[in-house]
Structure formats: C-alpha cells, structure tokens
C-alpha cells in the first residue's frame, strides 16, 4: 500500500470526525450521499446495487451498503499509521469481496470524487483546498489497494 505522510492521516481523520459528529444517522446519511453522487457520476454502478432489478431492489441494497460504506472508511481510518500490514490484510478482503460482486475497478475513481462530495457537503465551506486534497490522496492509497486485489 502506498505510504500517506501523518500531515495527511491527520487531516482525514480530523475531517472525518467533524462530519460525523454533526449528525446522528452518519453512517446511513453519508453513505447515501456518497452512492447517491456515484450514481450520478457513474450510472453503470447502479447494476452492482441491483437497481436492474427494480428500484426497491436497488434502493435495499444501497441502503444496506451505505451503512457498510462509512463502516468500513471509519474503522480503515482508525487504522492508518505506520504499520500498514493490518490494514492491507482488511483491504485485500474488500477487494475480493468488491470482485465477487462484480465491481468494475473503473468505478473507484467515481467513488473518490463521491467520497469528497459527501464529506464536502457535511463541512461546507469549512473544508479547504489542502484538506481535499489529503482526502483524495489517502482515498488513492486505500482503493489502489483495493483494486490491485479485484484484479488479482
């Protein structure tokens, strides 16, 4: 995995923590925003989701992984640091699990920029041009991590 310097790591996390003690469904509510932006950015993503199947379908599903989507970048957020081995380990399993549901590697430049939308629309205006651009960088580190293992 790609080393991010601590300026970054502590940028994310302190980001992170200001969005998501504004709210109290953060989980769900972030995570909705986030494939709700992906949705419009990449409207090939809705078929991993189920949304071929009919709206209630996808929408059940998407619910379900919003939940999952903040989880799982909060507890991957905790861990960064220097001993980075963990952390593959559990990226390694994203990333197969991402490949047996058929997630196109192509889609995860898509959930970047959705990533930073949503965090943007928790922080309005308070979140500066250096503090996206840590999130796009520790984002990069952490799919390309990822995406290396759907390849496999």
């Not at 559990?90 to 058929?102: E, N």
């Amino acid at each position: 995995m790609k080393e991010v310097g601590y300026e970054q790591i502590a940028t994310v996390l302190e980001t992170w923590d200001a969005a998501r003690f504004g709210s109290k469904d953060f989980d769900n509510e972030f995570g909705m925003v986030a494939l709700e932006r992906l949705f419009e950015l990449q409207p090939r993503a809705k078929k991993v989701f189920g949304y071929d199947q009919g709206e209630d379908i996808g929408k059940s599903h998407a619910t379900v992984h919003a939940t999952a989507f903040a989880g799982l970048f909060d507890s991957v957020f905790q861990m960064l640091g220097p001993d980075l081995e963990f952390i593959e380990d559990i990226l390694r399993q994203v990333g197969r699990r991402h490949k047996s549901m058929g997630v196109s590697p192509s889609f995860f430049p898509y959930m970047g920029q959705a990533l930073v939308h949503a965090v943007e629309k928790y922080l309005g205006k308070s979140l500066t041009a250096e503090q996206r651009i840590a999130w796009e960088e520790v984002y990069d580190s952490i799919s390309n991590e990822i995406v290396k293992n759907i390849l496999q």
